[in-house]
């Protein structure tokens, strides 16, 4: 197992569309507002989802692989089929870590709930962030970091390697959806102000400093988050992975 370090817990956090197919899990969230409950899930990339209930209650979703509008061209662009991340080759580093992301490729799992679902088993937003307005940046240039990172450790979690790393965002922490980020807090929350055009918020000390998060090193997802101080001290979720690729079996459709 490589050694974790900034840069390679930062690519391992981009490289989970080429590190798996299919992943079963048993998700326990944690929520900032709301009970806290269980389910066990299964996604086949692409487009599959299975997500079962305690109760039994079985939701099994297929999404078809998704749309780019292009614009200019004959009767002003058309919808072209978006590439997944996977079918394309990434920039790797010397650990065969993806070291810079395609921007114009999808690795969107379907929804469950709400977008941190989707984040969770792909965190890229753990990785990169926005580049700073005043900067020139091209679109596979690589990006600054989205977190600050305080402290590393490696471990082993229900039998597999497991990254750890306790953080706090960045001004330009960019999550896939800025009103359910992977880290909720004060960065999470301006960004989403600004993209609603409401005053950012204030100073708080309901946001959390610091924050716990964990990644597996075998599929690149991130199986813990965890609010380490504020008013949601002790939330988040974690995920246990029960199976990977050829160990997993789907129920028929």
């Known amino acids: 197992m490589p050694v974790v370090t900034e840069s390679s817990w ?7 569309p080429w590190r798996w197919r299919t992943l079963s899990f048993d998700l326990h969230r944690r929520p900032l507002h709301g009970p806290d409950h269980s389910v066990r899930a299964t996604v086949a990339r692409p487009g599959r989802l299975v997500v079962v209930s305690p109760s039994g209650e079985v939701d099994d979703r297929f ?3 998704p749309e780019a509008q ?5 009767g002003g662009g058309a ?11 990434p920039v790797l580093d010397g650990l065969g870590l993806v070291a810079v992301r395609d921007r114009w490729s999808t690795a969107d799992d379907p929804m469950w709930q709400d977008y941190q679902f989707v984040a969770m088993l792909d965190p890229v937003e753990l990785a990169d962030a926005s580049p700073p307005d005043d900067v020139e940046w091209l679109p596979d240039d ?3 970091p989205a977190l600050e990172v305080h402290h590393l450790e490696e471990s082993r979690r ?11 965002p960045l001004r330009g922490y960019d999550p896939r959806c800025s009103c359910c980020p992977l880290l909720f807090g004060r960065v999470s929350e301006a960004l989403d102000a600004a993209i609603r055009g ?3 918020p204030e100073e708080s000390s309901a946001f959390a400093s610091r924050y716990l998060v964990a990644l597996d090193v075998g599929t690149g997802v991130c199986v813990h988050v965890e609010h380490l101080d504020g008013d949601f001290a002790g939330r988040g979720f ?16």
Do not use: M, N
Not at 70 to 74: E, K, L, Y
């Open 10 to 16: 930062r690519a391992l956090a981009r490289s989970s």
């Open 63 to 65: 999404e078809a692989r």
């Open 70 to 74: 292009v614009v200019g061209g004959p």
């Open 79 to 89: 919808a072209v089929p978006l590439p997944y991340a996977w079918e394309r080759r």
């Open 142 to 144: 690589p990006r600054p």
């Open 158 to 168: 229900h039998g597999r390697g497991t990254w750890w790393a306790e953080v706090s």
């Open 198 to 200: 409401a005053a950012e």
């Open 238 to 253: 974690s995920l246990d992975v029960l199976g990977v690729d050829d160990e997993v079996v789907l129920p028929d459709r």
